[in-house]
Nanobody, 117 residues
Framework: QVQLVESGGGLVQAGGSLRLSCAAS????????MAWFRQSPRKEREFVGS????????FYADSVKGRFTISRDNAKSMIYLQMNSLKPEDTARYYC??????????WGQGTQVTVSS
């Protein structure tokens, strides 16, 4: 299985931006579809967005569409989540995930994003 490590979280004011990164190792990164999820206290983990293994297609939750952008660099085994126009309701722990078989079966430990109002 691929190992995933997220970074780039922090505290930001509403309206600000953050860029999250996820570094992959131990697998054939270019073969994986990748995704970002998030979870806040007392809520279930929710899908944020995903990117296909080629990088040719991206998908987003309605709540982040137009504000968040996912990209990947297969040469560096990295994916990114550019988050703009952040809102307090975006506060959560953000996780990257990998899928080779159709299920999101590899997960990182997450990085905390806190948006103050």
């Amino acid at each position: 299985q691929v190992q995933l490590v997220e970074s780039g979280g922090g505290l930001v004011q509403a309206g600000g931006s953050l860029r999250l990164s996820c570094a992959a190792s131990g697998g054939t990164f270019s073969a994986y579809d990748m995704a970002w999820f998030r979870q806040s206290p007392r809520k279930e983990r929710e899908f944020v967005g995903s990117i296909t293994w080629t990088g040719g297609s991206t998908f987003y939750a309605d709540s982040v569409k137009g504000r968040f952008t996912i990209s990947r660099d297969n040469a560096k085994s990295m994916i990114y989540l550019q988050m703009n126009s952040l809102k307090p309701e975006d506060t959560a722990r953000y996780y990257c995930a990998a899928s080779e078989t159709g299920a999101w079966d590899s997960w990182g430990q997450g990085t905390q994003v806190t948006v103050s109002s």
